[in-house]
């Protein structure tokens, strides 16, 4: 597999070792690895968990501190150590790397998103690996991430690479538990229609975040807008050039159709949307053809919130399931004033709205 631009996502387990302390060794294997790949011509961007991991290993957390309160401290002093055993791990192999960490609240909308984007785009053009973060001292409860595994996919739609390539713990996605023998791994998962949570448990590994649960679901959503994803083991030597030259086993998500800039931006700012409004029958059906079609206010049934124009909206059924989000092109007052009139401008313009 060649692969022009990739991000690679580790998983806080894949660094830290059994008694809970930080795993310079493999942190030392994975920066040769990618190193490597970046002297062949790829460009890397990595999304690392770790912080509060490395943080544990560092300082006791009095026993007064709340959970909140104790992840802020921890994370805090521990993604210092953590982006410094990368960047002198880099500086063996004299690669240049830097620290990015972020919150989603620098995804709100398009400007910020942009400023992500052209910042990650400078660093990649001076031959800089990017280490991306969440900023988990200021980012607290709603304001959070799922966690890394939806920040790597946002980044990966963002940048548009071909692939985003997950380390985690095991092999990949199993069609059990993946302690038992009998479980084997799905090598590969082609559309969005494949259903995995039947072999998805609920729980994660000792130091995770989301589980496997999140990371099917980025997954799939992610290889809907046109990338390959690949969930691996990152704790398996050499496993990032296995992984490209397609001798390890592994789970892999087959792209669909490429998708642009714009709409993969959308995919990912359903929790940005500031106005909710209710279609009718008649528009979902439209919505969901082939046929590149925009929102008219005759297929509006409900406007259920305010917005202004240039916000994101969420589009529902009649049953509150979500269709899609889109911009809207005028404010909630505009909408409501043209709901179910022929003849009128677009709520939402096709190259500004994506179906889900
Ligand atoms: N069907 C499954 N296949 C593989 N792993 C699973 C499955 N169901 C649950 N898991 C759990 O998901 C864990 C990986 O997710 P997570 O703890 O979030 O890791 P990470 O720190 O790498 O993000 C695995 O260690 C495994 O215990
Ligand atoms: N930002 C957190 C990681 C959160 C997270 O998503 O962890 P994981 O599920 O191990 O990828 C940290 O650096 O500790």
Not at 41 to 67: K, N, T
Not at 108 to 129: A, F, G, M, P
Not at 340 to 355: E, F, R
């Amino acid at each position: 597999m060649k692969y022009k631009r990739i991000i690679i996502k580790i998983g806080s387990n894949v660094l830290t070792q059994s008694n809970g302390l930080i795993d310079e060794q493999r942190i030392a294997h994975l920066t040769n690895q990618i190193t490597k790949l970046k002297n062949g011509g790829v460009e890397v961007i990595l999304v690392s968990s770790g912080a509060v991991a490395s943080g544990r290993g560092l300082i006791r957390v009095a026993d007064r501190c709340d959970a909140v309160a104790a992840r802020q401290l921890m994370a805090s002093v521990g993604q210092v150590k953590l982006i410094n055993i990368y960047a002198d791990s880099f500086a063996k192999s004299a690669q240049l790397c830097s620290q990015v960490l972020v919150t989603k609240e620098d995804f709100r909308d398009r400007t910020h998103y942009l400023n992500i984007k052209n910042c990650l785009e400078i660093l990649l053009q001076h031959s800089v690996i990017p280490i991306v973060n969440e900023n988990d001292v200021v980012s607290v409860t709603e304001l959070m991430f799922t966690d890394n595994d939806e920040l790597a996919g946002l980044i990966a739609s963002m940048l548009n690479a071909q692939a985003l390539i997950i380390l985690t713990n095991v092999d990949g996605i199993f069609n059990g538990n993946p302690a038992l023998e009998s479980s084997q791994v799905i090598r590969e998962v082609n559309g969005k229609g494949v259903d995995l949570s039947a072999f998805v448990m609920q729980g994660k590994s000792q130091f995770g975040r989301g589980g496997m649960i999140t990371k099917t679901h980025m997954a799939q959503k992610v290889a809907q807008l046109g990338i390959t994803v690949h969930i691996a083991n990152g704790t398996r030597q050499n496993i990032l050039q296995d992984i490209l030259a397609g001798n390890v086993p592994h789970t892999r998500f087959l792209p669909q159709k490429i998708t642009s800039g714009r709409k993969k931006w959308l995919a990912h700012s359903e929790t940005a949307a500031t106005g909710l409004v209710e279609l009718n029958d008649g528009a979902k059906q439209a919505l969901s053809s082939d046929k590149a079609i925009s929102l008219l206010p005759v297929g509006i049934h409900a406007v259920k919130s305010d917005f202004r124009k240039g916000d994101i909206i969420k589009l529902i059924d009649s049953t509150g399931n979500i269709i899609g989000v889109g911009r809207a092109e005028y404010g909630a007052d505009k909408a409501r004033e043209r709901m179910g009139q022929k003849n009128q401008k677009p709520l939402v313009h096709y190259d500004y709205l994506y179906l889900q």
